[in-house]
C-alpha cells in the first residue's frame, strides 16, 4: 500500500465478561482507500467499528490516529479528529429537513454552538457547508424535504451526507445498503467509489458482490478473530475463508 | 421578529394587551390583581420547566426547589433590616442559583428517563425537608422577609414594590423578557444542537457533541430563571414558605406545561392560566374541588391532544 496510514489497531480487545467479542485485532486503515470489513454474524464487525469510533472503549490495546493513542478520549472527541460514523439503523433527525440535518453535522467546524444569541439560519457559510456534502450524495434535491419522508434509500444517503458534513478524514461505514433494492445498493457503491478517492473509509458490509467492488484492502473476521486481510484477490482464494464460510470440506450441510 | 409561528404572534398580540389592559377594569380589587401577578409569576416557572421538558427532553420532577430556592436565597443573603438593591440582589439569586444548578445538574444529568426524574425528585425533597425542619429558616411556617428591596436604579425610582398595580406590570414585563428569552434560545445555533440533542442523543454525540454540556447549560439557564420565579413570588406577599419546593408545586407545574402544549413555551403562559383559573372557579363551587378540577384536566388532555397551543395551533391552520 503507498498511502498513509490513518488509523490503527494494535492488539484491540473487547471481553463482554467472559465472551471475547474482539480478540487481538492488528488492523491498519489507509489514507483514500477503502477497507472492507466482512464476516459472518456475530465476528465482531461491529463492535470493532464501535471501538474506532469511540461508542465503546477496548478492553485492552490501543488505536491510533496519525499515531496518537486515542482510544481512552471521549466519543464526541473522535469525531473533532476527523473519525465519521455512519450507522446500520438509519440514524437521522426524522422530523427536520435534510438541509437542518446537514446543518446540525456541519455546525460543529463553524462555531459557535454555545451562542444562545446567535440565529440558527443567518451563517451563509454553514448553510452552503451543509449544501455540499448533500451535493455530495446527490441529494441536493431533497434540500428541503422532511427527513422521514423521503424514499429509505435516500435516508441512507442522508446517513452519509452527515457523516461527510462534519469533514472527516475517516469515513466508518456500518452496512450503508443493509436493506436496500438493486438500483438503491447501485447508487451508494457508485457513491462510495467517488468517496474512496478523498476518504480512507472502513466499510462493514454484507452485501459480498459490494464488497469485492469496492474494497482496496479486505479483512474477514470470525468469532471476534481475525482471519485474513489482503487484496480481494488473496481473500477469495484464500482456504481458510472458504472454511469459514462455507464449512469443512467434507461436511454435509 | 422572534416570534416566527403564527399562532404565537396572535398569542402575543392578544394576551400582552389583554393583560396591559386588565388592571384598568380592575383597579378596586387588589385581591384579583394580587391573584394575577401570582398566575403570572407562576408562568415564568412552568415556562422554565417547559423548556426542560418540552424541548429539552430533560423530565424533572425537582424543579420547584429553585422556585423554592429563589426566595429563601434571599433571606439568606439580604441582611434582616436594611432594604437592599432589587436589581442586584436578583442578578446575584440568579447567580446562586445557576451555581447550585450546575452543581446539582452534573450529578442529576448522569441520569435519563425515570431515573432522572427519580433523583430530581429526591433531591428536591431532601432541601424541601431541611428547610421545612430548620428552625432556622422558620421550619414549616416558612419566613417574613422585613424589609422588601429597594427598586431604585441609578437614584431613579420606577416601581414600588409594595404597591400591587406596579408590582404587576412589573411581572407581567418579566413574563414577556423570559418569553422572548426562551424563543431566542430556541432560534439560536444552541438551540439547533439542543433541538438535535432532544430528538437523538447518540447522534449527536456521533456528530462530534458533548451532548452533557449542551444539556447542562439547558438545566442552569431553566433553574436560574425558575428560582428568579420564585424569588418574585416572595417579594409579593413578603414570605417564603417550604410548600413551595413540594413535588405538589412540581407536579402541578408539569400539568400546566402539558396542559399548555408541551414545547411551545408560550403554552406555559396559557396552561397556567387555564389550570389556575379552574382552581379558583371550582374552589369557590364546591369544598371538593379537586374532584372536578381532575375530571377536567382528564377530559383536556384527551381533547387537546397537543396542549391547548396545539389545539389552536390546529384551528389557525384549519381556518387559512
Known amino acids: ?253 | 421578529m422572534i416570534f416566527t409561528n403564527k399562532t404565537e404572534q396572535l398569542f402575543v398580540w392578544i394576551f400582552f394587551p389583554l393583560a396591559l389592559l386588565l388592571p384598568l377594569f380592575l383597579e378596586q380589587n387588589v385581591f384579583y390583581i394580587n391573584k394575577l401577578t401570582t398566575v403570572l409569576i407562576f408562568a415564568i416557572f412552568v415556562m422554565s420547566l417547559d423548556y426542560l421538558v418540552g424541548r429539552c427532553g430533560l423530565i424533572t420532577l425537582g424543579h420547584s426547589m429553585f422556585y423554592g430556592l429563589g426566595g429563601y436565597l434571599f433571606f439568606m443573603i439580604a441582611p434582616e433590616y436594611e432594604a437592599v438593591n432589587f436589581w442586584v440582589y436578583t442578578f446575584y439569586i440568579c447567580v446562586i442559583a445557576a451555581v447550585i444548578a450546575l452543581l446539582v445538574g452534573v450529578i442529576v444529568l448522569r441520569t435519563s428517563g425515570i431515573y432522572m426524574i427519580m433523583i430530581t425528585l429526591a433531591i428536591a425533597q431532601m432541601c424541601f425537608y431541611f428547610f421545612s425542619d430548620s428552625i432556622h429558616f422558620g421550619g414549616n411556617d416558612g419566613l417574613f422577609i422585613l424589609m422588601k428591596p429597594d427598586t431604585s436604579l441609578f437614584g431613579l425610582a420606577f416601581f414600588d414594590l409594595d404597591n400591587p398595580i406596579h408590582f404587576y406590570y412589573f411581572c407581567l414585563l418579566s413574563l414577556f423578557n423570559c418569553l422572548a428569552f426562551w424563543k431566542l434560545v430556541l432560534a439560536s445555533r444552541f438551540g439547533r444542537i439542543m433541538d438535535a440533542v432532544k430528538n437523538n442523543p447518540d447522534r449527536t454525540t456521533a456528530l462530534g457533541y458533548n451532548v452533557f454540556l449542551f444539556r447542562l447549560i439547558s438545566y442552569v439557564m431553566a433553574s436560574a430563571l425558575a428560582s428568579y420565579a420564585g424569588y418574585l413570588f416572595a417579594l409579593q406577599y413578603g414570605y417564603v414558605n417550604p410548600s413551595m419546593m413540594s413535588w405538589q408545586t412540581s407536579g402541578s407545574a408539569l400539568v400546566m406545561s402539558i396542559l399548555g402544549g408541551m414545547g411551545s413555551i408560550y403554552g406555559a403562559i396559557l396552561g397556567t392560566a387555564v389550570y389556575s383559573g379552574l382552581h379558583y372557579i371550582f374552589e369557590h363551587m364546591t369544598e371538593h374541588w379537586l374532584l372536578p378540577m381532575g375530571l377536567m384536566i382528564i377530559a383536556m388532555v384527551m381533547v387537546f391532544k397537543s396542549g391547548i397551543a396545539g389545539f389552536i395551533e390546529n384551528w389557525v391552520e384549519r381556518r387559512k
Open chain 1, 1 to 253: 500500500m503507498s498511502q498513509d496510514i490513518v488509523l490503527q489497531t494494535e492488539g484491540l480487545c473487547k471481553y463482554w465478561g467472559g465472551l471475547k467479542a474482539l480478540d487481538n485485532m492488528n488492523l491498519a486503515f489507509h489514507d483514500k482507500s477503502l477497507h472492507g470489513i466482512v464476516g459472518p454474524n456475530g465476528a465482531g464487525k461491529s463492535t470493532l467499528l464501535n471501538m474506532l469510533c469511540g461508542t465503546y472503549k477496548p478492553t485492552r490495546g490501543r488505536i491510533l490516529h496519525h499515531g496518537d493513542a486515542i482510544e481512552d478520549i471521549r466519543a464526541y472527541e473522535f469525531v473533532r479528529r476527523g473519525i465519521g460514523r455512519g450507522f446500520q439503523k438509519t440514524n437521522i433527525y426524522p422530523q427536520t429537513t435534510c438541509l437542518e440535518n446537514c446543518c446540525v453535522a456541519a455546525q460543529r467546524r463553524t462555531g459557535g454552538s454555545f451562542n444562545i444569541f446567535a440565529r440558527r439560519n443567518r451563517d451563509k457559510l454553514l448553510i452552503e457547508m451543509a449544501e455540499a456534502a448533500l451535493e455530495k450524495v446527490g441529494l441536493q434535491h431533497r434540500r428541503d424535504a422532511i427527513a422521514a419522508q423521503i424514499s429509505y434509500g435516500e435516508q441512507r444517503q442522508l446517513e452519509i451526507a452527515m457523516v461527510l458534513a462534519t469533514a472527516p478524514s475517516v469515513l466508518l461505514l456500518d452496512e450503508p445498503m443493509a436493506g436496500m433494492g438493486h438500483e438503491e445498493s447501485r447508487l451508494i457503491i457508485d457513491l462510495l467509489q467517488t468517496l474512496k478517492t478523498d476518504y480512507c473509509i472502513v466499510l462493514v458490509e454484507h452485501d459480498m458482490e459490494a464488497v469485492f467492488e469496492l474494497s482496496d484492502q479486505l479483512t474477514v473476521m470470525v468469532n471476534g478473530q481475525h482471519l485474513v486481510t489482503g487484496t480481494v484477490d488473496d481473500v477469495r482464494n484464500d482456504r481458510r475463508v472458504k472454511e469459514a464460510y462455507l464449512g469443512q470440506g467434507d461436511e454435509v450441510i
